[in-house]
């Protein structure tokens, strides 16, 4: 067993990997920094409390009677810069004719959204009844948060990026070094050599999901609707079809730079149409047809559905296609091009 | 016993875009010999020992290695074969005997790892990594990865170039002991010692073609010429017709400000060219003799030097 070809040119690849501290480092922690940096800009806050001032008690006491508005009493020389410098977001100020002013700036949200508040702070406060009573419903469980959307595009991303980068660059430095050539001139049959790189994305796959995987659990309590058994055969299948399109890009390439060409060529367009960030939806009905049949598209449409809704086996069966297709596909033709030498 | 041929080479030819790398070439290389592909950069030795080592396909011609043929019989002579290519980097990360576990694996047969560290005398650098070798010791280190199949028949792509007196040494001390213990061995090389040193048998390549075949003793005895006299004299103008017609020399040529004889007698043509310059008068300011060499064989038969670029 530890005298066969295959388990030998694994053992190198895991060599060569644990032996390139910054590979190591960056491939861990890029996916988790990424998600806490966006988790952390998306969090859920608790409703803001805006800040208001007036210049009468009457009216401070009136504003007081909205939750959401932190009340102070100015002397009116002081409003018009309190507003000016943002430290209240509004200020209220009785007219010679009766009426309330309120000083805001409408540009502003905050200002807007104080302008509101205080207007039916002030009007309740006066005897105003509202015609129909409403009822809060509030909307915060785990699962329709931007952190739910997020975790599933990160992590099909890293499948993406870490299929096509690691065989790919592997590929390419051992055939400028020529070392390639040197290995296929032993008796080894030349497959296995291609298939050490598939066995070592499959070592590594725990690794590539799991840790944005509980990370996104851990800290953010997303949910886990779907089978763990589902989840990880679309992985399986995914590592392996973005490994192919890796090994037929570096399938003829001498040299890094036209390998990374290459390589940017066909993942930025997939950051940007498969909606790791956001939903593909919003590109127009015309292209989603293309859409669908990226790869990427493919994995994280299968990874929501799986952790969102509870999708099993399946409902995931037309992505699983469409990455199977892209591993048959881009596999014999890459065994076709391959370049050893 | 009629020694068997290991390689038989006929008519070779492999043409890329418009240059001609190999033009017709024909070898006999016999089991146990070290047989040497000798000639300048360029001169098409790379492109035969790749073609021989199957990994190149020629253009025409036939090739048999251990009496058998690459397009039948592939996987089977990848078994026989130990192969050191022109500038390979092995993987930097790993150790010496990682490296070679991992050559090991690719054989049916052949010395373990351990052993093969022992036969290239890389006991020391057992566990260092493949980047902090010495290039010295990356070439043993390719030269074990092509034992490690306990091969029949070793081809080695210029094992020396680039390599500092010292490393050279150790590596054809190496290479000796493999012709000792009987391994059938072809080397390319464009440094004329080594193919002197090392080979039995030498073929002389330049511009594709083979231009000359045989022992060292031979191909030197066959320019005729057994020594060279080398000697300046400053900015004088020696009279050379004189030179020339002096006993025992059969050609004079000057080549950057120096002169050069090729005698077949040496203790008659140095006295005799000291007496010449006496009469001419003009001031001898260096002299060097060597014996003939194999430089000199590809300087008769070309006029140009083995390392000319």
């Keep these: 067993m530890s005298n066969h070809p295959l388990f030998q040119l694994t053992l190198m690849r895991m060599r060569e990997f644990i032996r390139e501290p910054e590979a190591l480092f960056w491939s861990m922690i890029f996916p988790i920094a990424l998600a806490a940096g966006l988790g952390i800009a998306f969090r859920n806050r608790p409703p803001e409390v805006l800040k208001v001032a007036a210049v009468t008690p009457r009216l401070a006491e009136a504003l007081r009677q909205e939750k959401l508005l932190d009340v102070t009493q100015l002397p009116p020389q002081l409003s018009e810069q309190f507003v000016r410098t943002g430290k209240v977001a509004l200020v209220a100020e009785p007219a010679t004719d009766g009426s309330v002013v309120y000083r805001y700036d409408d540009t502003n949200p905050e200002g807007r959204q104080a302008r509101m508040l205080a207007d039916q702070a002030i009007q309740r406060a006066l005897g105003r009844q509202d015609a129909i009573s409403g009822k809060d419903q509030i909307m915060r469980e785990p699962g329709s948060r931007y952190i739910d959307f997020l975790i599933p595009g990160l992590i099909g991303m890293g499948i993406m990026g870490n299929s096509i980068w690691g065989p790919g660059f592997s590929i390419v430095d051992a055939r400028r070094k020529k070392l390639m050539k040197r290995i296929v001139a032993t008796p080894m049959p030349k497959h296995y050599y291609l298939l050490s790189f598939l066995l070592w994305r499959m070592i590594l796959l725990p690794i590539d999901v799991g840790v944005p995987l509980a990370f996104g659990v851990f800290v953010f309590g997303i949910p886990l609707r779907g089978s763990f058994a589902a989840l990880a055969a679309i992985c399986v299948i995914a590592t392996l079809a973005f490994s192919a399109v890796g090994l037929l890009i570096a399938s003829r390439v001498r040299t890094i730079e036209a390998a990374s060409g290459l390589m940017n060529l066909s993942m930025v367009p997939m950051w940007i149409l498969s909606g790791v960030f956001f939903s593909s939806q919003r590109f127009p009905d015309l292209v989603q047809p293309i859409i669908k049949a990226l790869p990427l598209t493919a994995v994280i449409d299968a990874l929501r559905g799986n952790m969102l809704q509870g999708a099993g086996f399946a409902q995931m069966a037309p992505q699983a296609g469409v990455l199977g297709a892209w591993l048959v596909v881009c596999f014999g033709l890459a065994l076709r091009l391959f370049r050893w030498r | ?309």
């Design chain 2, 1 to 309: 016993m009629p020694a068997k041929a290991a390689l038989r080479v006929r008519n070779l030819r492999k043409t890329y875009k418009d240059v001609v790398a190999v033009d017709g070439i024909d070898l006999d290389i016999l089991a146990g010999e070290c047989f040497g592909l000798l000639g300048p950069n360029g001169a098409g030795k790379t492109t035969t020992i790749e073609i021989c080592e199957g990994l190149t396909e020629a253009d025409s011609g036939e090739v048999e290695v251990l009496g058998l043929h690459w397009k039948s019989d592939a996987s089977a002579l990848r078994e026989k074969l130990g192969i050191q290519l022109q500038e390979t980097q092995l993987a930097e990360k790993l150790t010496v005997f990682e490296t070679l576990r991992l050559f090991r694996s690719f054989f049916r047969q052949g010395p373990g790892a351990e052993d093969a560290i022992r036969i290239v005398q890389l006991e020391e650098k057992r566990d260092a990594r493949v980047g902090g070798l010495s290039g010295g010791q990356k070439q043993r280190l390719a030269l074990a990865c092509a034992l490690v199949g306990d091969p029949d028949l070793l081809f080695l792509d210029e094992p020396t170039t680039g390599l500092d007196p010292q490393a050279r040494r150790q590596l054809w001390d190496l290479i000796e002991e493999f012709k000792a213990a009987g391994r059938t061995i072809l080397l390319t090389t464009h440094y004329m010692e080594e193919a002197e040193r090392l080979c039995g048998r030498v073929a002389i390549m330049d511009h594709g073609k083979v231009i000359a075949q045989g022992t060292p003793r031979e191909l030197i005895a066959s320019i005729g010429v057994e020594h060279v006299v080398e000697f300046s004299v400053g900015n004088a103008m020696p009279d050379m017709a004189g030179i020339g017609a002096m006993a025992g020399v059969r050609d004079v040529r000057t080549e950057n400000g120096s002169v050069l004889l090729q005698v077949t007698e040496l203790h008659k043509a140095v006295p005799g060219l000291l007496d010449e310059l006496g009469r001419q008068g003009i001031p001898l300011t260096e002299l060097r003799t060597h014996s003939a060499t194999l430089e000199d064989v590809f300087v008769h038969l070309t006029g140009r030097h083995l390392r000319d670029e």
